[in-house]
């Protein structure tokens, strides 16, 4: 269904879709989310808003630039919404996704890829372009079952069971490690928490206390992943 918004404009200096953004709406309903992408006063939109029953409301063309994103960075680039599909899910941020937007959210991403010639590693969350000040998609959505269909990235060494108490490391070494690799994969600069922070948001939610041997192996697992979304050791 279509619902157009007025908030969109060209995307900058002849910019093609390269990523792909998830977001939760924060908002008590997709109606209340609706109206404020759509709210000119507001000065924000996305591409495409999802309602819990699986309802897909088309906002902007994916010709246009969306005003989802705002300050940020990715794989050394900014001005995501220039180069970005934003997807937003009506979800508080604290809630399970439904089962049947999650659905939906796949078929629409499966579509957006294809169209625009872009792999699993293109699909971000907000929380990851932008660290420091978002949190969305959030600790309740499921990143490993997109990439298990193919429409997102999870790292190898996750699929495994982590040690039941993963000993901390304090060595600076493996702190240089670890932000080298969140920087490889394209997360953009940050302090060690803040990118400890937004790492565990998406890989391991739950997890607590300093950085251990698990956020190591995932990082690397991350890192295995090249820019067009292959092994670079393959």
């Not at 060209?10 to 709210?39: I, N, Q």
């Not at 971000?124 to 269909?149: C, N, T, V, Y």
Request: aromatic content about 8%; hydrophobic content about 40%; glycine content about 10%.
């Amino acid at each position: 269904m279509t619902h157009p918004s007025p908030n969109f404009g060209e995307r900058r200096g002849g910019a093609r879709v390269d990523l792909v953004v998830l977001h939760y709406t924060a908002m008590p309903s997709c109606a209340a989310a609706l109206e404020r992408l759509c709210d000119p006063v507001a000065e924000v939109s996305a591409h495409y808003l999802i309602d819990g029953d699986g309802s897909v409301l088309s906002l902007v063309d994916e010709a246009a630039r969306a005003w989802h994103a705002g300050a940020g960075a990715w794989r050394g680039a900014g001005d995501v919404n220039s180069r970005s599909i934003g997807i937003e899910l009506a979800n508080t941020g604290w809630e399970p996704f439904a089962e049947p937007q999650m659905a939906a959210l796949e078929r629409l991403l499966a579509g957006v890829l294809e169209r625009h010639g872009l792999g699993p590693e293109t699909v971000i969350g907000h929380s990851d372009m932008a660290p420091e000040r978002k949190g969305d998609p959030g600790p309740r959505f499921d990143w490993r079952r997109l990439a298990l269909q193919g429409l997102a990235i999870w790292p190898e060494d996750a699929l495994a069971a982590p040690p039941a108490q993963p000993a901390p490391t304090g060595h600076a070494e493996d702190h240089a490690r670890f932000l080298a690799d969140l920087r490889a994969f394209g997360y953009p600069e940050a302090s060690a928490e803040t990118l400890l922070t937004a790492f565990r948001l998406r890989f391991r939610p739950w997890a607590r206390g300093p950085l251990d041997g698990t956020d190591l192996a995932l990082a690397e697992g991350l890192r295995r992943f090249g820019i067009d979304g292959s092994r670079a050791d393959a």
